[in-house]
């Protein structure tokens, strides 16, 4: 039951990889950097909703930030036409 998890997991993660065309260790360190962007965006967040003075924009900076990221529209281009 462990073993055919893991192998349809595998078979998933290669999928993904062959779908963004990124090696590993290239996905890992993409994924790893929007997830100091999210971090980093929820601490401001956070200190915003206790104490609203600060960080004012930094949600919507981040926002804009994330939307023009040019590899996440090309992944989602590519998650899109694999949908259809």
Do not use: C, W
């Not at 100091?36 to 601490?43: K, Q």
């Not at 401001?44 to 600060?54: F, G, M, N, R």
């Not at 990221?69 to 998650?79: G, V």
Request: proline share 1%.
């Amino acid at each position: 039951m462990i073993f055919r998890f893991f192998q349809k997991e595998l078979t998933k993660t290669s999928n993904h990889l062959k779908d963004v065309n990124m090696s590993y260790i290239e996905h890992f360190i993409h994924s790893s950097k929007f997830s100091i962007l999210f971090f980093n965006g929820s601490l401001k967040a956070l200190s915003h909703a206790i104490i609203p003075s600060t960080y004012l924009t930094s949600s919507t900076d981040l926002i804009k930030k994330l939307q023009t990221s040019h590899h996440t529209n090309n992944h989602t281009d590519k998650q899109k036409d694999n949908e259809n």
